[in-house]
């Protein structure tokens, strides 16, 4: 309770101070409104049923994009960790791709794919795909060789090392991948919806700054951060129920 | 006990040498010659300890018995066919423990004979019995980052026991045991080897330890890892500090491992002088 109290202090402070400028140094509601103003906007968007609409055309597009992207990122990190000829095949092609922001491909993912849904899941796709395979391949390759040394010892096939100690060892750097995947898909999926399409968040705040509607705006952007905390606090759930047997910084 | 030579020995080890390096990060960039023309043979049966100082390439013995570290030279055979890789008839009890963290005690413990493809009436079993034996009973679904250092180490030797391999090879197993609990881990073990008949290997760095459990002493010598002297403790069990004999034994043993010390501090101080 106390707690909950403590961590609400510090957005209730801002939103004080935000009021209060707004009302007392006379800021034009067109470039800050109130946070009471963007609140009854807020209201207004969602019994519109338009926030609804935005926000699944957003989740959808993160679904499908996270899921083709950690889809192939994921087996392809696994066997490049655990067979170092694949890594040297393939290490040099990702090292070249990997520094490419996913915003650098906007251009040709529009010449490929055209406008609508298909240029958005490819840009998601992309942004989710490399921290998953990067973080998948170092979770491999970092479990302690120890544990192949006992698994061989008690006569482990490869498909029971595979299965019983490289997958698990390799689990809490998977899940952290899984995690900064997700991150950057909803930052791509923004991106993307900005410019391909004309639904979901992304769309919606930018069409408000052609009528210099800034409560909307902020209220667009308000629903972006809530969503992001809501998956977020999903994917910390999921990584404690998987790793109940860390001992990381963050269960100690 | 005295064994009948005309047996083939288990482990034969013939003039195995191992070296490390040359170490590019050393200031000196000579290889570390952990093993050198190392003779050994262990019969069926036999409980064998391998004393020396820290360093002197007990750990690297071992793991080449296990097939884990081939040898640069030498043969290496066990029940009469050369060495090729690790396998269970070898279990090991490595220094550092390791559990798999992300099994339950049990699991831990289980996972040699879920390789086997082991029935799970008999798994369920199997693993009761040994956390009794190992006073683990109630830890079963606990996780090893749940338990003490001692608690591991149990952990550890149940595992390699679960699979029930004719040849036990140890790695300084009671290192992280305190006194009381060491003393009653020894009894155990002399207990399920005597039960048991099975042939164990036995690194440590404890010379009473050595003289509490073993047939033969193995003492090592420093860089280059060799046979130094192999002493016959020939003492009837159970052995204590007090029995007659105990302390003969471990004075000579003592004499040797100081006198490997004292050489070993004497090459460093020479070598730090240059
Ligand atoms: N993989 C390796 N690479 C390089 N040097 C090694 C390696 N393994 C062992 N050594 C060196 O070989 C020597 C013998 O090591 P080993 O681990 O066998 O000693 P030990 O007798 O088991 O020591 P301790 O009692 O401390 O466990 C040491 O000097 C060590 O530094
Ligand atoms: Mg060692």
Redesign the pocket.
Known sequence: MIRALRSLAAPLVVLLCWEATCRFAHVSPAILPPPSQVARKWIEYLRGGELAADALSTLFRVAVGFALGAGLALPLGLWMGARDRVYTVFNPLIQVLRPIPPIAWIPLSILWFGLGNPPSFFLIALGAFFPVLMNTIAGVRNVDAIYLRVAQNLGASSATLFRRVLLPGAMPQILAGLRIGVGVAFICVIVAEMIAVNNGLGYRILEAREYFWSDKIIAGMITIGLIGLVIDTGMARLNDRLLRWHRGIESA | MPEPKDQAPVVRLRGVRKQ??P?TTAASGQP?H?LDGIDLDVHQGELVCLL????????????VIAGF?KPDAGTVEAFGRPVVAPGPERAMVF?EYALFPWMTVSENIAFGLEIKKAPAAQVRETVEALLAKLSLRGFGDRFPKDLSGGMRQRVAIARALAVDSPMLLM??PFGALDALTRRSMQEELLRIWGELRKTIVF?T?GIDESVVLADRVVV?TY?P?TVKRIVEVGLPRPRQPASPGFAAVLAELTALVQEEQMRHERDEASAGAI
Do not use: Y
């Open positions: 490390f390096g170490d570390i952990a020396g100082p820290s360093g002197c390439g007990k750990s690297t013995l071992l793991n570290v220094q790695d300084e690194v760095h090592m860089r890892g």
